[in-house]
């Protein structure tokens, strides 16, 4: 598997592949205006099924949300999240990360790796178990490679 996040804002598109065929496909937002999601390759290197997500202390724009379900972090203070508190999917709404509708946040959970053990709420990456890789572009722009190793 391995995920396409399309940042054009005609298109705002999340696409999850399995080799060359795509087995899910839907609407997304990304950072809203004063805001950035970073282009490049990465790797998902952690998921759990409740998060809380809050702004840096001091940000202009604050914000703090408990256990936002179905997050999965693949570069420091970002990831592709479900958002319950807006349905502006298929335009930037975000304060950076991915967003998603929480039934789609679900799909793209079950589909990637690390894969989610029975009864577990949280898993990272190992050496033996990696995370899906993920590339963030717009358009031709497809930013640098980073993806993040287990530590």
């Keep these: 598997m391995w995920v ?12 999850v592949y399995k080799g060359s065929n795509i087995q899910f496909l839907t609407l997304m937002s990304t950072a809203k205006k004063g805001h950035r999601t970073p282009l ?3 790797q998902i290197y952690d998921k759990s099924t409740g998060w809380d997500l809050g702004s840096l202390d001091g940000a202009e724009d604050a914000y703090f949300m408990e ?13 592709i999240h479900s958002a319950f508190w807006h349905d502006d999917f298929g335009f930037p709404a975000s ?26 709420r ?24 980073k993806r993040i190793k287990p530590k």
């Design 67 to 79: 256990r936002v379900p179905y997050v999965m972090h693949y570069y420091p203070r970002y990831a």
């Design 4 to 15: 396409v996040v399309e940042l054009v804002v005609e298109t705002q598109m999340l696409a």
């Design 95 to 120: 304060h950076g990360c991915i967003n998603l509708s929480v039934k789609d946040a679900r799909t793209v959970f079950d589909l990637v790796s690390p894969t989610l053990p029975d009864g577990w």
């Design 40 to 42: 490049g390759t990465y």
């Design 122 to 145: 949280f898993v990272k990456q190992t050496d033996v178990h990696s995370g899906t890789v993920l590339r963030v572009r717009n358009g031709e722009k497809t930013g640098q490679r």
